[in-house]
C-alpha cells in the first residue's frame, strides 16, 4: 500500500524559513511528486514538483524562495521554503502524480 506521511510545518514569522518532508513507501525515484497548497477560501494549487531524474519545476509565485529535493536513501521529498510570506499561509501536501496518493496535509502559517 502506497502511504505518503508529512512532516514539518507550523507557525513561523514573515521572512522566516520551514522545512517540509514526504516521505514515501515507494522509492522517491520511481514517480513525480508533485507539491500543493490550498490557502484559506483558496483552491488548491500546484506549486511544484520533482521528476524521475531529480529535476525540478516550480510555480512563479513561488521561483526563487521554494526548493524541492529529494533524499533516494530515505525515500523522502522535501519543500524546502525560505523568505516566507503571509500569503503562503496554507495546507501544503504532496502527492504523487497522476496518482490519488495524497499526503495527510500540513498546515503553515505566517504570520507575525
Known amino acids: 500500500q502506497v502511504q505518503l506521511m508529512q512532516s514539518g510545518g507550523g507557525l513561523v514569522q514573515p521572512g522566516g524559513s520551514l522545512r517540509l518532508s514526504c516521505r514515501a513507501s515507494?522509492?522517491?525515484?520511481?514517480?513525480?511528486f508533485d507539491w500543493y497548497r490550498q490557502g484559506p477560501g483558496k483552491q488548491r494549487e500546484l506549486i511544484g514538483n520533482?521528476?524521475?531524474?531529480?529535476?525540478?519545476n516550480v510555480d512563479d509565485s513561488v521561483k526563487g524562495r521554494f526548493i524541492i529535493y529529494r533524499d533516494i536513501i530515505n525515500n523522502e521529498v522535501y519543500l524546502q521554503m525560505n523568505r516566507l510570506k503571509p500569503e503562503d499561509t496554507a495546507v501544503y501536501y504532496c502527492?504523487?502524480?497522476?496518482?490519488?496518493?495524497w499526503g495527510q496535509g500540513t498546515l503553515v502559517t505566517v504570520s507575525s
Open positions: 502527492k504523487i502524480h497522476g496518482s490519488d496518493f
Open positions: 515507494v522509492p522517491v525515484s520511481s514517480y513525480i
Open positions: 520533482i521528476t524521475y531524474p531529480g529535476s525540478t
